[in-house]
């Protein structure tokens, strides 16, 4: 899987175990109001574990964290 | 004379017409604007029906045309009730049916993403969305309403004692119920708010806070009363500490307002001291226990900016309150919630409903023009959350029943101690656990459940539970998230919920509560 379909398959199955199955990877998780702030520390932590990133407290920003495209479009810069 | 809490609004026009109101994303609406705009509403609404005593519901994502919706339904002569835009669709239909909502203020993105029309709800009017045929209801676009702009309010003959709003929170009974405030409830917290914060004009105050979470009247309304500009905060930034940050920067907040987790996060994650917050001066919280290592870590942060702890639940308004002058140390006992709010009388009593000594813990009970009328559609519920005593050995009157235990410290001040009953705060949301548990257990293949908070260190509670299957039952954790999604928001939905074989039992033969939350609070991460 690449890093988008990893993130996604988090997103689904972990994170909201279940709750937005057709979700993809260009939707908005935010507007939507699918995943609150406890949701977005989770997915910095997998981001770490997962692929040894660690991403800055500034860089954890409403325009990096909108969608499963942007997370990994901002992990690929 | 103020009566009305839509009066501030057309005050301010006329006193300062191009100073901004509401501030969302980079565009404004000035005083003029919000004025004229809601106008424009209310006639539509009148056109389309609305009269004195109705409720219209409001239901999208944050943005200026709240501020005109908000003003608008109550320029109608109606009560407005903000639908949580996040909450699963069920509930906000039975929101929608339960208050008798025939009029919706919405748009078409919110509309079609939530699927609200497939729902069995009856409504007459969509106000926000595009006409299109065949549709079993009036549609009328947001041009329209900006095309209706009006100098003058409809004339509906309002009186202070009107419903102006009702804000829907978590029912034990697993359905949420509705407390209905007046305009003089309203007013009575924004005066008194907008009088002791010093509020004026130059000030530009957050709203972090949904329309349906009580903070959000202080913004808008303590905000108007002071003419200020009310800067609305996104839903999606909520989320993110360096984006709150950085709008609290941009926008020169000078009054912040939000419940502790929020500004517990801004410190630790959204590098404040790389911003230039140099025009804040007061940081307001509510809704939560601050713990005080991290209001102590905030203090020492801004020691230019007052802070001020406000008690209350939603049905007082505010009705405490407590300015924190000197820094807490680390291991100090959390702040106090205060001493009542001008024209509020606080009582604290026993449990055969007498008052205590004082240092002694008892019920707080709640007095004066900040209390709600009541519970929608619920005398019985209404009627037990007040308690009529004699005042002064020959009025009787009426006092609300918080539920909160609370004990009078030596210095007049307040201390909360806790709950008398099984509601919890979890990100400054009030959520009954009973509630949770009703909806576990309409899932057919759960035999018994448990729900209960964990601490999170944080100040604030996660909510976990714990289930057992029916005899052969194959119950698995997913599909029973996904059923308890579709009639709970998303804050009341527990982070973990255990599948047992068997509950730990007291020994009378409950479920051992207290024995799952031990087990729950020693587990690491």
Same mark, same amino acid.
């Given at each position: 899987m690449d890093r988008e379909a990893i993130l996604l398959d988090y997103v689904k199955n972990e994170l909201l175990r279940g709750r937005a199955n057709n979700i993809t990877a260009e939707d908005d998780l935010l507007g939507a109001g699918l995943i609150d702030s406890l949701g977005i520390l989770q997915i910095v932590a997998f981001i770490d574990e997962r692929f040894n990133i660690q991403v800055p407290d500034e860089d954890v920003v409403y325009e990096n964290f909108n969608s499963v495209k942007a997370l990994s479009d901002y992990l690929a810069q | 004379m103020t009566f009305l809490l839509t009066q501030a609004v057309d005050k301010a026009a006329e006193r300062t017409p191009d100073k901004d109101a509401i501030r969302f994303s980079g565009q404004s609406l000035t005083y003029a604007e919000l004025a004229r705009n809601s106008n424009g509403m209310a006639r539509i609404l009148r056109e389309q029906g609305v009269r004195r005593g109705d409720r219209v519901g409001i239901f999208m994502n944050k943005g200026l045309?709240?501020?005109?919706?908000?003003?608008?339904?109550?320029?109608?002569?109606?009560?407005?009730?903000?639908?949580?835009?996040?909450?699963?669709v069920a509930r906000i239909s039975y929101v929608i049916r339960d208050c008798g909502i025939r009029h919706l203020i919405t748009n078409d993105l919110k509309l079609s993403m939530s699927g609200l029309l497939d729902e069995d709800v009856d409504l007459d009017c969509l106000i926000g969305v595009e006409a299109a045929e065949e549709r079993p209801y009036t549609a009328i676009s947001w041009d329209a309403v900006y095309a209706s702009a009006a100098d003058q309010?409809?004339?509906?003959?309002?009186? !202070?004692?009107?419903?102006?709003?009702? =804000?829907?929170?978590?029912?034990?009974?697993?359905?949420?119920?509705?407390?209905?405030?007046?305009h003089r409830s309203g007013l009575s917290f924004a005066q008194w708010a907008a009088e002791e914060y010093g509020l004026t004009s130059d000030d530009r105050l957050s709203n972090h806070a949904p329309l349906h979470f009580d903070l959000s009247t202080f913004d808008f309304f303590a905000g108007s009363q002071a003419g200020a500009t009310v800067v609305i905060l996104p839903e999606a930034f909520t989320k993110f500490p360096a984006n709150m940050v950085k709008l609290m920067a941009e926008e020169r907040i000078t009054v912040w307002y939000s419940v502790p987790f929020a500004l517990i996060q801004m410190l630790q994650r959204g590098k404040m001291e790389a911003h230039d917050l140099s025009a804040l001066r007061w940081i307001l919280f509510a809704g939560e226990v601050f713990p005080t290592k991290h209001l102590r870590n905030l203090m020492l942060a801004f020691p230019d900016v007052q802070f001020s702890n406000l008690y209350?639940?939603?049905?007082?308004?505010?009705?405490?309150?407590?300015?924190?002058?000197?820094?807490?140390?680390?291991?100090? !006992?959390?702040?106090?919630?205060?001493?009542?709010?001008?024209?509020?009388?606080?009582l604290i009593v026993d449990g055969d409903d007498q008052p205590v000594a004082v240092g002694e813990a008892g019920e707080l009970l709640i007095r004066g023009g900040v209390v709600m009328r009541g519970y929608w559609g619920m005398p019985e519920k209404t009627e037990k959350g007040f308690y009529k005593r004699p005042v002064f050995g020959y009025l009787e009157d009426k006092?609300?029943?918080?539920?909160? =235990?609370?004990? !009078?410290?030596?210095?007049?001040?307040?201390?909360?101690?806790?709950?008398?009953?099984?509601?919890i705060k979890t990100r400054g949301y009030r959520v009954e656990l009973d509630e949770i548990e009703v909806a576990l257990l309409s899932y057919e293949l759960v035999e018994e459940a448990a729900v209960y908070p964990v601490p999170d260190g944080q100040g604030s509670n996660l909510i976990e539970a714990?289930?057992?299957?029916? !005899?052969?039952?194959?119950?698995?954790?997913?599909?029973?998230?996904?059923?308890?999604?579709?009639?709970?928001?998303?804050?009341?939905?527990?982070?973990?919920?255990?599948?047992?074989?068997?509950?730990?039992r007291t020994s009378t033969g409950k479920i051992n509560r207290r024995a799952l939350q031990e087990q729950a609070t020693a587990v690491p991460g």
């Open positions: - | 045309e709240s501020a005109i919706a908000i003003y608008g339904i109550m320029k109608a002569g109606a009560a407005y009730v903000p639908l949580d835009p996040f909450a699963p309010p409809p004339d509906v003959g309002a009186v !202070e004692q009107d419903l102006a709003y009702i =804000l829907y929170t978590s029912g034990s009974t697993g359905m949420p119920k509705g407390i209905m405030h007046t209350g639940p939603t049905e007082t308004n505010v009705c405490t309150y407590y300015h924190v002058t000197a820094v807490p140390d680390e291991d100090d !006992e959390p702040v106090p919630i205060g001493k009542p709010c001008a024209n509020v009388e606080a006092f609300y029943r918080t539920g909160d =235990l609370v004990q !009078e410290l030596p210095d007049g001040n307040l201390k909360y101690l806790g709950r008398k009953d099984r509601q714990a289930v057992t299957a029916k !005899e052969g039952a194959a119950l698995e954790e997913a599909a029973l998230v996904s059923h308890i999604s579709d009639r709970l928001p998303p804050y009341a939905v527990p982070g973990t919920i255990h599948i047992l074989d068997v509950f730990p």
